[in-house]
Nanobody
Framework: QLVASGGGLVQAGGSLRLSCAAS????????IGWFAQAPGKEREFVAS????????AYAASVKGRFTISRDNAKNTAWLQMNSLKPEDTAVYYC???????????????????WGQGTQVTVSS
């Protein structure tokens, strides 16, 4: 129902734009979140956006470098990742939170619908 794409291999300092496309149902009334999971680590909050796109939140480690956005008419959300660092390397997942539409939760446990993940690898 959520399909994440746009990952790849990039050098440190580079940029990537991840997409999260919904299919089969609309998520326009849900908050959308992005999470990152590195090998051996828990899935960690990266960013979230409210159902109407007016409110966003970021993890301290990505604030000022990443930007989350959405277009409900296209049923799609994006994560623009700039100034990438090797420590950003992870599988990135998008998810929908139908219960906290005004911003979404900060824990992966708050999210009900998940995409399959897209690998982001940043080389030094």
């Amino acid at each position: 129902q959520l399909v994440a794409s746009g990952g790849g291999l990039v050098q440190a300092g580079g940029s990537l734009r991840l997409s999260c496309a919904a299919s089969g149902r609309t998520f326009s009334s849900n908050a959308i979140g992005w999470f990152a999971q590195a090998p051996g680590k828990e899935r960690e909050f990266v960013a979230s956006i409210s159902w109407n796109g007016e409110t966003t939140a970021y993890a301290a480690s990505v604030k000022g470098r990443f930007t989350i956005s959405r277009d409900n008419a296209k049923n799609t959300a994006w994560l623009q990742m700039n100034s990438l660092k090797p420590e950003d390397t992870a599988v990135y997942y998008c998810a929908a939170d139908p219960y906290k539409p005004d911003l979404g939760g900060y824990s992966f446990l708050d999210y009900t619908f998940w995409g399959q993940g897209t690998q982001v690898t940043v080389s030094s």
